[in-house]
């Protein structure tokens, strides 16, 4: 069955560093584009961004532009999310879910996810 | 960016009764909007893609339409486990964007 395991969730300063880690199994990992999206404790869903199948495109929500980085090891089926100068806005529950399309850059909705791991940004 | 607008917040329902839940798109987003169900302490689940097409699994009580920007997501007979939060989500263009959702709690 299909299975996404997040890792690497915990509590940061303000201003470090983390890296969350996605493992996955059950379905074909390297024909997936692979998206990260995140919940504020009490709050609603927010989609942080995305990495093509192949690894070769990326797109983020501007609120984490030029702070996080997605990227993914298809030899090991994991996708990473690296997250830099990290701030007390970004403390949520951090998701991977699978995209539906497969074999092409776009989506169509997101059919499975992982369990969320917590990140807490705080002194 | 495409800002997803869903009412009511929250909705009081019966078991049994129907539920229509609403979501709108500040552009259009053809027919490129799917519907969540999530429960607390766990990952939301795909229930509709597509607007109206329903995802493995997702019983026939759950239906969808609309397409451009309006949509709805119908329970036709509420029962206890479809007591939950739901949100819309466009895929139409990045960034994509959720709606910020609606609680369907017991009346």
Not at chain 1, 37 to 51: D, F, N, Y
Not at chain 2, 6 to 15: F, G, I
Not at chain 2, 79 to 94: G, I, K, L, P, T
């Amino acid at each position: 069955q299909v299975q996404l395991v997040e890792s690497g969730g915990g509590v940061v300063q303000p201003g470090r560093s983390l890296r969350l880690s996605c493992v996955v199994s059950g379905f074909a990992f390297t024909s997936h584009g692979m998206h990260w999206v995140r919940q504020p404790p009490g709050k609603g869903l927010e989609w942080v961004g995305v990495i093509s199948y192949d690894g070769s495109k990326e797109q983020y929500a501007d609120s984490v532009k030029g702070r996080f980085t997605i990227s993914r090891d298809n030899s090991m089926n994991t996708l990473y999310l690296q997250m830099n100068r990290l701030r007390a806005e970004d403390t949520a529950v951090y998701y991977c879910a699978k995209d539906l399309l497969p074999n092409n850059w776009g989506s169509r909705g997101f059919d499975y996810w992982g369990q969320g791991t917590l990140v807490t940004v705080s002194s | 960016e495409i800002v997803m607008t869903q009412s009511p917040v929250t909705l009081s329902v019966s078991p049994g009764e129907r539920a229509t839940l609403s979501c709108r798109a500040s552009q259009s987003v053809s027919s490129n909007l799917a519907w969540y169900q999530q429960k607390p302490g766990q990952a939301p689940r795909l229930l509709i893609n597509g607007a109206s097409s329903r995802a493995t699994g997702t019983p026939a009580r759950f239906s969808g339409s609309g397409s451009g920007t309006e949509f709805t997501l119908t329970i036709s007979s509420l029962q206890s486990e479809d007591f939950a939060v739901y949100y819309c989500h466009q895929y139409n263009q990045w960034p994509l964007t959720f709606g910020g959702g609606t609680k369907v709690e017991i009346k």
